[in-house]
T-cell receptor, first 108, second 115 residues
């Protein structure tokens, strides 16, 4: 089955800095890679996604890059703000398995 | 608001009991997924239904079962509850089950507490 590894498990940055979260996957058939943001006690919300025929996608301060050869993809958040503090999950479709999550703390 | 609804919002029950969690997908979505999230843990995929039929199974215990009805709402049944079943249970829906239409939208979750 799919195995999605996510790093780091926690990430603390200063407001205004950039944050990068990385995921690797094992199933070469995976072709859709969403990222979800989950605030404490709330539902996961899709923030950005990328299809396998695209190497990079950007939406304002958020970008995702995909390297299919190396089977890894990354979430980049620039100019971080305190409201970016949350847990971020990656996933690689194919199957329905999420990464273990990254707790991002943005210090004001 | 994702358009996915879940009831109840909170559920407190005792060990050994049985509960039913309910999910209504977004209008037009045919697939429903169930996930379990224990405290400070990730999302564990339990099961997926597509248009009334079971399509994929994850780490679902034998004490748990689910179904999707003709109106596409889904129920997750948890029986012989144990303390370790206390968790947030999320339902998600998507249009179909193929990868390119597989964007999942999550409901607000049901928080189950087993005492």
């Amino acid at each position: 089955g799919e195995n999605v590894e996510q790093h780091p498990s926690t990430l603390s940055v200063q407001e205004g800095d950039s944050a990068v979260i990385k995921c690797t996957y094992s199933d070469s058939a995976s072709n859709y890679f969403p990222w979800y943001k989950q605030e404490l006690g709330k539902r996961p919300q899709l923030i950005i996604d990328i299809r396998s025929n695209v190497g990079e996608k950007k939406d304002q301060r958020i970008a995702v890059t995909l390297n299919k050869t190396a089977k890894h993809f990354s979430l980049h958040i620039t100019e971080t703000q305190p409201e970016d503090s949350a847990v971020y999950f990656c996933a690689a479709r194919g199957k329905f398995y999420f990464g273990s999550g990254t707790k991002l703390n943005v210090k004001p | 608001d994702s358009g996915v609804t879940q009831t109840p919002k909170h559920l407190i029950t005792a060990t050994g009991q049985r509960v039913t969690l309910r999910c209504s997908p977004r209008s037009g979505d045919l697939s429903v997924y169930w996930y379990q999230q224990s405290l400070d843990q990730g999302l564990q995929f339990l099961i997926q239904y597509y248009n009334g039929e079971e399509r994929a199974k994850g780490n679902i215990l034998e004490r748990f079962s689910a179904q999707q009805f003709p109106d596409l709402h889904s129920e997750l049944n948890l029986s012989s509850l144990e303390l370790g079943d206390s968790a947030l249970y999320f339902c998600a829906s998507s249009v179909a089950f193929g990868a390119y239409t597989d964007t999942q939208y999550f409901g607000p979750g049901t928080r189950l507490t087993v005492l």
